[in-house]
Nanobody, 122 residues
Framework: QVQLVESGGGLVQPGGSLRLSCTAS????????IGWFRQVPGKERDGILC??????STYQADSVKGRFAISRDKNTMYLQMNNLEPEDTGVYYC?????????????????WGQGTQVIVSS
């Protein structure tokens, strides 16, 4: 069964850090395009950080540049979030696709995690 399971969300103060994990089962994540998406209250889900299957191409949303980083190790992908801001509050989803034409184009990712809530608040 193909599955992505996320963990690591929670409540963090502004300026703090958090690392999200997403573990794949049923397929080898090494061969996939992977990414992290975010849905903030009242808005659509948007891609924030995505990389190609060979890790040689990256898309970063302007809102997270210099603060967030994506990585993978074996069958787990990570989103390291630093210097968090209240505007980063939302539900974070990991996603994977065997092939995409445009990184972080939401419709191109066929495998999704269940989502994990991140709240940035003092």
């Amino acid at each position: 069964q193909v599955q992505l399971v996320e963990s690591g969300g929670g409540l963090v103060q502004p300026g703090g850090s958090l690392r999200l994990s997403c573990t794949a089962s049923g397929f080898d994540l090494d061969y996939y395009f992977i990414g992290w998406f975010r849905q903030v209250p009242g808005k659509e889900r948007d891609g924030i950080l995505c990389i190609s299957n060979s890790d040689d191409s990256t898309y970063q949303a302007d809102s997270v540049k210099g603060r967030f980083a994506i990585s993978r190790d074996k069958n787990t992908m990570y989103l390291q979030m630093n210097n968090l801001e209240p505007e980063d509050t939302g539900v974070y989803y990991c996603a994977a696709a065997i092939m995409v034409a445009t990184l972080c184009e939401i419709d191109e990712y066929e495998n999704w995690g269940q989502g994990t809530q991140v709240i940035v608040s003092s």
